[in-house]
């Protein structure tokens, strides 16, 4: 049974989380840069061709060649800092 679009907006979310450092919540209001993220990564999840893997129970996704660099460029703003 494929993964619905809920359970893969909420795996998007979770790895967009443990990149950031960040707890955003599905459910409530995301900040707008975020919401740009996930949209792009639910238009390009239904690329068969970048997709290596996708798991329901532990909701995730795997990529060929990793997320698209465009994406990964508009995280930097999101990532928590950490003080070493």
């Known amino acids: 049974m ?3 679009e809920e ?3 909420a795996a998007y979310l ?3 989380n443990e990149e950031t450092g960040q707890n955003y919540e599905d ?3 995301l900040p ?3 919401e740009l993220i996930l949209d ?3 238009a390009i999840d239904g690329d068969k061709v970048n997709i290596k893997s996708v798991s329901q129970g532990g909701r995730s996704v795997s990529f060929v060649d990793g997320i698209p660099k465009k994406i990964t460029d508009l995280m930097k703003n999101l990532r928590k800092l950490r003080w070493d």
């Open 2 to 4: 494929p993964m619905t």
């Open 7 to 9: 359970a893969k907006r």
């Open 14 to 16: 979770e790895w967009i």
């Open 27 to 29: 459910g409530v209001e």
């Open 32 to 34: 707008v840069l975020v």
């Open 40 to 42: 792009k990564l639910m």
